[in-house]
């Protein structure tokens, strides 16, 4: 069974960075894309960052340049360096791991609160 984990949230200043941590357990298939998404109090889940098995990365538009997410070379962990966060930030992050074949899961972490405040 396949399980993800996630830590490293909690309450930062404006300005301030955090990392999130996420790790699965299980085995997924080669091809595969982790990351993190977020959703806000009122809002949709929003894509914040994926990183593919083969190397490419995505971004949301709001974090682009200010977010970085990286893997560990076992593939079994990603990560999220968060600077220059702001209060808009403020959202439950999930970790996401998916599978990129014709039948692949989806997996999902149970989110890890953010908070951006003065």
């Known amino acids: 069974q396949v399980q993800l984990a996630e830590s490293g949230g909690g309450l930062v200043k404006p300005g301030g960075s955090l990392t999130l941590s996420c790790t699965i357990s299980?085995?997924?298939?080669?091809?595969?894309?982790m990351g993190w998404y977020r959703q806000a109090p009122g809002k949709e889940r929003e894509l914040v960052a994926m990183k593919f098995s083969t190397g490419p990365t995505n971004y949301g538009d709001d974090v682009k340049g200010r977010f970085t997410i990286s893997r560990d070379n076992g593939m079994d962990s990603v990560y999220l360096q968060m600077n220059s966060l702001k209060p808009e930030d403020t959202a439950v992050y999930y970790c996401?791991?998916?599978?990129?074949?014709?039948?692949?899961?989806?997996?999902w972490g149970r989110g890890t609160q953010v908070t951006v405040s003065s």
């Open positions: 996401n791991a998916r599978e990129l074949s014709p039948a692949g899961a989806d997996y």
């Open positions: 299980g085995s997924i298939f080669r091809y595969n894309a």
